[in-house]
């Protein structure tokens, strides 16, 4: 993620998930910090779809 439109698309993306409450990108450092009930594999999947990779660290 490069920019502020990458970051609105993740956190979007990510919050339309069943089960997430929250989501918060770190644009610099190209985390995201989700909160609730949703699956590791979930969180690949949807973060493929939109484009970027998950980098597997919950």
Known sequence: ???SHCQARVEKGLSELDGVTSV???LPS???????D???DRLRTALDDLGYE???KL
């Open 30 to 36: 190209g985390t995201a910090t989700v909160v609730g």
């Open 24 to 26: 918060r990108v770190d």
């Open 54 to 56: 998950y980098g597997g």
């Open 1 to 3: 993620m490069s920019c």
């Open 38 to 40: 949703v699956t590791e």
